[in-house]
């Protein structure tokens, strides 16, 4: 398997993969993850990654849940109904 990752991590990475490896690794707390797909891409790419993929769940949590998606949003962050 060494050859395998040495290859995984010889090849470029786009924004959304990058972005992707990020927010899961946030959410599972691995710091080494967190750091090693942080330096995949640029920081301003990583964030517009990121903010995509926020964008995106928001859109597919409310289409589940039949919401709105500011209900959606603000019931992620834990914030009062508008």
Do not use: K
């Amino acid at each position: 398997m060494p050859e395998r990752r040495a290859s995984r991590e010889q090849r470029a990475h786009n924004l959304f993969e990058a972005a992707a490896a990020y927010v899961t690794a946030r959410a599972e707390d691995d710091q080494d993850r967190i750091e090693e797909a942080a330096g995949w891409v640029s920081p301003e790419a990583l964030s517009f990654g990121v903010s995509e993929l926020a964008c995106r769940a928001v859109v597919a949590l409310a289409r589940e849940r039949e919401e709105s998606p500011a209900a959606v949003a603000r019931d992620l962050l834990g914030l009062p109904v508008a």
